[in-house]
């Protein structure tokens, strides 16, 4: 059984379109993409993509934390409105990083993008969350596998512009093929982010932003950027 590269759909033989989203489809784009996982590259391209914009990354970053931080004091409602916040604003490093690959000019408003996805993002964070705990809960190791296996999963939504259950599920099928050489690249991530807090937490402004920059450089390095950042708000390449 074949996937689509686009949706991710099943489908059950190599259609010229796909049955679901209805986009062209060929057999060697069914292919999972083939790729080596490569810790040391993708680190060094997030610092290379942050070296270009370390002001817009920063000032973002700061954003991103004073608003987590208002939200830490109403602990329910708080907790709540950050979980809906989290992924449409991590998204906005996603997409800077995404436009500085296609030697475009960032501007600050690029960095709230993700809002424009906001329902599928939510609904991402909401049911991977819930998987993940239960992985957690039925002895560990799957809340492990899944919280690795999802890392592309917000980018496919906001590139490919698929909803929330195919981009997780192409998210894990393509790591789970090389999965532990991107568990190695999720536990640099977060030695580099422990660091970053070690220093008073003002490290985080750097490394977090740096940390975003390295998966959206591996995303591009596994699945290509396939949208035009050419504005503000992605287009779908035809």
Known sequence: MAHCPHCGDEVARNPEICPSCGKKWS???????????QPGKYLQGGWELFKQNPGGFIGFALVFFIIQGILSYFP??????SLALTAPLGAGFYVVSAKLMQRRTPEFQDFFTGFQFFLPLLLLSVVSAILI?????LLVLPGIFLMVCYLFASMLVIDRRLDFWPAMELSRRTVQTQWFGFFIFFLLIILINLGGAALLGIGLLISFPVSACAVAAAYADVFGLQSDYSGSVPTLKT
């Not at 705990?133 to 809960?137: D, E, S, V």
């Open 27 to 37: 057999a060697p784009e069914a292919a999972m993409p083939r790729f080596l996982v």
């Open 133 to 137: 705990i239960l992985g957690f809960i």
């Open 76 to 81: 329910r409602i708080g907790g709540l409105i």
